[in-house]
C-alpha cells in the first residue's frame, strides 16, 4: 500500500487480530440492548474498515457470512444484513485507495456515503419482502457511523503502530 508523505509505515496485520476484531464487533451487535434503528451498527463499522485496510483478507464473503449471522440472529429477512454488508464490502473494494490517501478526519466524509448505500439495501430488501419503512431514524445510524470513523481507525490501528521510541533495528 503506498502511504501518503508524513505518515509512518504501520507493522503488518495479525490475520488473528482481524479476527479477534470481527467476532467482538458481532458480539456487540449479539447484546439484548434494545436494538434501536438509529444506534451504529459495530459489525458495520469493523468490516468498512478491515474492508479499506485489509481488502485482500477481508472481503464480500467475509461480509455476507456475517450478514447471514446477523440474519439468524434478528429473525429478520434471511439475506437482508447479507445484502447490507455485501455491498458495504464491495464499496470499500472500489473505494480503499481514495479512503486511504485521505487524512484521518476527511476519512468520515467518504465513508458516509458507503455507510448510507448498506443502510439504503438494508431498508431496500425490507420494502420489497412487503415491510414498512423503518422511520427517520434510520438516517442517523450512518451519520453516527462515520461519526465514530476515526475512533474505531484509531482503535484498531494502535498494535500496527511502531513505537516511536524504539531503537532503529537495521544493520
Excluded at 43 to 57: I, K
Excluded at 95 to 109: E, G, I, N, S, T
Excluded at 131 to 147: C, D, F, K, Q, S
Aim: aromatic share 10%; proline share 9%.
Amino acid at each position: 500500500m503506498i502511504m501518503p508523505r508524513g505518515q509512518p509505515l504501520l507493522l503488518p496485520v495479525n490475520p488473528a487480530f482481524i479476527t479477534a476484531s470481527l467476532l467482538v464487533a458481532l458480539a456487540l451487535n449479539l447484546l439484548p440492548l434494545g436494538r434501536v434503528v438509529w444506534m451504529p451498527d459495530a459489525l458495520v463499522l469493523a468490516l468498512a474498515f478491515w474492508g479499506v485496510h485489509q481488502p485482500l483478507r477481508v472481503g464480500l464473503g467475509i461480509g455476507f457470512a456475517l450478514g447471514l449471522c446477523m440474519d439468524v440472529h434478528q429473525s429478520s429477512l434471511l439475506g437482508q444484513h447479507a445484502l447490507a454488508y455485501t455491498v458495504l464490502m464491495y464499496g470499500t473494494r472500489m473505494f480503499h485507495r481514495r479512503v486511504l490517501w485521505l487524512k484521518p478526519l476527511q476519512q468520515p466524509w467518504q465513508m458516509v456515503w458507503l455507510f448510507i448505500a448498506a443502510h439504503a439495501a438494508y431498508v431496500l430488501a425490507g420494502l420489497l419482502a412487503g415491510r414498512g419503512l423503518p422511520g427517520w431514524g434510520i438516517v442517523l445510524a450512518p451519520l453516527l457511523e462515520a461519526l465514530l470513523w476515526p475512533l474505531v481507525s484509531w482503535m484498531l490501528l494502535a498494535p500496527q503502530r511502531r513505537s516511536v521510541d524504539a531503537p532503529d533495528k537495521r544493520p
